[in-house]
């Protein structure tokens, strides 16, 4: 096998998504209702998503079919490449053999409108006109803005504050795909005004920006809430990528040793490993699996295990998983998209039982990797993609001294287009890393609902 680029035909693209839950090896403790304490019931979800979204959050199938009209719009850019890096093994000087699964391909240059169409779709299935979400750095806005125009739904996003000021162009993608997008926090919600009371300059938060979109979507009649991260539906539709890549190795007669790629939420790598990841439990195959993240942000590596609100403002489900405390601000790194406070509970249990290594990573040392890697391959990573590349290096250069051949496949969420501002500050020398104190973590603690 010598070919440097995988192509799957659209004939042979998986037609199901992955829902791990059924094969997990330790079972998962459900999201509790922060008013009562209990389990929750899909009733509970009902105003923020569609049915059909919170069946798929519960289920103990391993398959779900993927409807047709997801498909039809998925063929817009899927099957996504499987491509060999060999410019960089030569570079390394490597034995290693390194592959990445390219989701940079997609119309918002990412991994999310794998979920985003999907999501937009059960909407409109079920005649919800407005989908409020929020965003980051706005890679989600832009998914969920794409995939809303594409089925006929108004799209309201409300974007943490630093990133809509500094990054003016992820929101005017959203614009040009038809959705509105507001500063968080805003004045147009409780909990956004509540925060600009304390701090009318507030830099806004993930935290903060979900909870006013969950509080505009739950006030609603016709609008549902949308989450591009964290939760088992958006895991599960990200699979695709996993799935098409198994064909892919199949197709070049090779298999991974090692999976590396980046945890903001958890839903690319999700998607990336969790189908690789039963062969490992069942004990079929000895993978190494390392999830890596920011040492500004080290939810995995540095998080305490433990129930903890998805939000800001304490509106959303209990979540059993690592956390830096809901109230956690993250400092102001350029990979913001690995800058929640949390992370997938399934893929946090999966860290717990040692199944998945968590990395925590300084972003000078990214950056470089990102050079590397453009100066290689050709492609400018975005900055959170850039960490499973850093992880990838190392474990290659590993294999340098060793003379180990292992074959590492890279989970390639983006491209780095709109992350133009922050290379300007590598490579002008004026990038500066940053390490969470120990004392943040030590006081989130104090923050924790107690429930065990
Ligand atoms: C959002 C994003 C991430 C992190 O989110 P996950 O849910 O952990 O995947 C990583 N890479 C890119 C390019 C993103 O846009």
């Given amino acids: 096998m010598d070919e440097s680029k995988i192509f799957l035909s659209e004939r042979d693209m998986p037609q199901a998504w992955y829902n791990i839950n059924p094969d997990l090896p330790a079972p998962l403790q459900p999201p509790i209702h922060p008013g009562t304490g209990q389990p929750l019931g899909p009733e509970d979800l009902a105003p923020l998503f569609p049915m059909a979204l919170i069946a798929q959050e519960m289920s103990m199938e391993p398959w779900i079919d993927i409807p047709d009209d997801v498909m039809e719009i998925y063929r817009l850019w899927r099957p996504s490449p499987l491509h060999r890096a060999y410019a960089l093994e030569e570079h390394l000087g490597t034995p290693a053999r390194i592959y990445y699964k390219n989701e940079s391909v997609s119309p918002a240059g990412s991994h999310k409108p794998n979920t985003a169409v999907a999501q937009a779709y059960y909407n409109r299935e079920e005649g919800i006109p407005r989908i409020i979400t929020e965003t980051g750095a706005g890679q989600w806005g832009s998914a969920l803005s794409f995939a809303c125009c594409v089925f006929g739904i108004q799209c309201e996003v409300y974007m943490v504050r630093v990133s809509y000021d500094g990054k003016p162009y992820r929101r005017l993608l959203m614009n040009a795909w038809g959705a509105e997008c507001y500063p968080s926090p805003s004045d147009r919600t409780e909990a956004g005004r509540s925060i600009l009371a304390e701090d009318p300059d507030s830099p806004g938060s993930l935290g903060i920006a979900i909870s006013e979109a969950v509080e505009v979507a739950a006030q609603a009649d016709d609008a549902k809430y949308a989450l591009g991260s964290v939760l088992n539906h958006v895991l599960l539709h990200q699979t695709i990528v996993?799935?098409?890549?198994?064909?892919?190795?199949?197709?070049?007669?090779?298999?991974?040793?090692?999976?590396?790629?980046?945890?903001?939420?958890?839903?690319?790598?999700?998607?990336?490993?969790?189908?690789?990841?039963?062969?490992?439990?069942?004990?079929?195959?000895?993978?190494?699996?390392?999830?890596?993240?920011?040492?500004?942000?080290?939810?995995?590596?540095?998080?305490?295990?433990?129930?903890?609100?998805?939000?800001?403002?304490?509106?959303?489900?209990?979540?059993?998983?690592?956390?830096?405390?809901?109230?956690?601000?993250?400092?102001?790194?350029?990979?913001g998209g690995?800058?929640?406070?949390?992370?997938?509970?399934?893929?946090?249990?999966?860290?717990?039982?040692?199944?998945?290594?968590?990395?925590?990573?300084?972003?000078?040392?990214?950056?470089?990797?990102?050079?590397?890697?453009?100066?290689?391959?050709?492609?400018?990573?975005?900055?959170?993609t850039a960490h499973g590349i850093r992880a990838a290096i190392d474990e290659a250069v590993k294999c340098r001294e060793t003379g180990e051949e292992k074959c590492i496949l890279i989970g390639y969420s983006g491209h780095g287009h709109f992350d133009l501002a922050a290379y300007d500050q590598y490579l002008s020398g004026n990038m500066v890393d940053y390490e969470l104190p120990q004392e943040k973590i030590d006081a989130a603690v104090a923050d924790l609902p107690e429930v065990e």
């Avoid at 979540?319 to 350029?334: C, N, V």
């Avoid at 399934?346 to 453009?374: D, N, Y």
């Fill in 242 to 335: 996993g799935l098409e890549a198994k064909k892919q190795f199949e197709m070049a007669g090779d298999y991974p040793d090692m999976i590396v790629g980046n945890v903001g939420g958890g839903s690319n790598f999700a998607g990336v490993c969790f189908p690789f990841v039963k062969e490992k439990i069942d004990g079929e195959r000895d993978i190494q699996i390392i999830a890596t993240e920011p040492t500004a942000c080290p939810t995995m590596t540095r998080g305490i295990y433990h129930y903890d609100f998805g939000d800001t403002a304490e509106l959303t489900p209990l979540l059993k998983m690592h956390t830096l405390g809901h109230k956690f601000i993250p400092a102001p790194i350029h990979a």
């Fill in 338 to 384: 690995l800058r929640y406070h949390g992370a997938a509970p399934q893929m946090c249990l999966l860290v717990s039982q040692g199944i998945v290594e968590p990395r925590a990573l300084h972003q000078k040392e990214v950056f470089e990797a990102a050079i590397t890697w453009s100066r290689t391959e050709g492609h400018l990573p975005a900055p959170e």
